[in-house]
């Protein structure tokens, strides 16, 4: 099981792309799995050929710039809308045959076999041709077509997806698919891939938030968590005898003084950079009670210097210190950032995000407070959020430090945490290993949640 000081050897090359943070957040949850200790970063690591690097770049600087540019006033979105379009993800009802490859998918295709796209990085894993494991699509149809000898598997990273994920002819695709909600285990169907080759197995969560299968860390966490964010005890009263079922009947018991009172809020920009100003704004309405230590503060830069110099500077404007009451997350080198990224959601009370990868996050038993949506996939893990109970969107950021504490003084924020950790998926990083193991079943199934 996932365990990074552990005696099991790694078993597999891991593979993502540093296009915003969806692709390698899981990839890093798995990397204690890699043979050589390392994600590979397709469109970024040492020897990559300039053609394929070029081509990577222009569809990840496009990406980056329109999303920015949603925010102009009309014309932005607008412009956004044109490319997501071409990443629609259809109704899936009624269930029909979408097998059908899509524009964008025959276009990664034609440059794959045109013009070799990937093929270097294929040809250097295969070198020592261990299962290969992709948290995006481009490297898993490119070790397809370049006959990669062993198994491939595609880790899809949202609740639901569009059909440029799966391969050009489904049907005699070796693909494998690890499927973190049962909605994408369906969809993967619709597109054409044989049952056989999907394996439902939740979102990999770190395990060093889990601590093991009986999760001892994850159950401290929320317990702590839960204690800070019902003050009067609205939920907890409501849900006495469960809740002290699963952490006995004094875990909220202590006195008063002993207690953790400041709540600590996060603050997330996507990889883009993209709604930062929305942190700006919760800033500027949380300050005085910042000063007055009622919550404690977080905007997450990642690893975007213009976004921390962005934070910095709201920082100023609303005369607070840094470090007193209010942080910026940055590092600089980007693994760095996801350890530090994994090693804060160990501490935090509540996330405040657009509904991207880090909506899984609420498996964990933290409650979402959600952005607006950026993109089709977004919206999809929007829905998927209300479904499970873990997340609940914004009100206007700029009365944050009314609406927020009434969220908090009503209990609502502690059911949402509640929800997140009884309804979503927390051990999808173990299902994953024991299936590259071949100790699939060794954990129990997941319920078809579509």
Sequence with gaps: MPNKGGKEHGICHIVAVNMGYGHERPARVLSHLSVDDRVWIANDYEGIPDSDRNLWESSRGVYEYISRFKRVPVVGKAVFGVMDELQRIPSF???RDLSNPSLQLNQIYALIRKRHWV?????????????????????????????????????????DMSRSWVAKDPKRSRIKYFAPTGRVAERLKLYGVPEKNIYLTGFPLPAESIGGLKSPVLMK???????????????????HETLSS?????????????????????????????????????????AS???????????IAGNRPEVRRYFDEQIRLARLKPGSGVHVLYEEDRAAYFDAFTEFMNEIDILWTKPSELSFYTGLGIPMILAPTVGSQEDFNHKWLEQVGGGIDQLD???????????????????????GYIEAPTHGAYRIESILRGKAGEIHKLPLIV
């Design 289 to 299: 009670h910042i000063k007055r230590k009622k919550i404690e503060l977080t905007l």
């Design 93 to 95: 009802y009624p269930r």
């Design 119 to 159: 093929r270097h990085l294929i040809e250097q894993l295969a070198q020592n041709p261990v299962p290969l494991v992709c948290t995006f699509f481009t490297p898993a149809f490119a070790a397809e077509e370049f006959g990669y000898p062993n198994d491939i598997y595609l880790l899809v990273t949202d609740s």
């Design 221 to 239: 966490n929320l317990a702590r968590r839960l204690c800070n964010l019902d003050p009067e005890a609205v939920f907890l009263n409501q849900m």
């Design 246 to 286: 699963a952490f006995g009947k004094t875990f909220c018991a202590k006195p008063e003084k002993h207690r953790t009172n400041i709540i600590k809020l996060a603050f997330a920009v996507g990889g883009a950079g993209a709604q930062r100003e929305i942190g700006a704004e919760v800033l500027k309405s949380l």
């Design 397 to 419: 950021p700029r009365h944050t430090g009314e609406w927020l504490f009434d969220w908090i003084r009503s209990g609502a924020l502690a059911k949402k945490a509640w929800n």
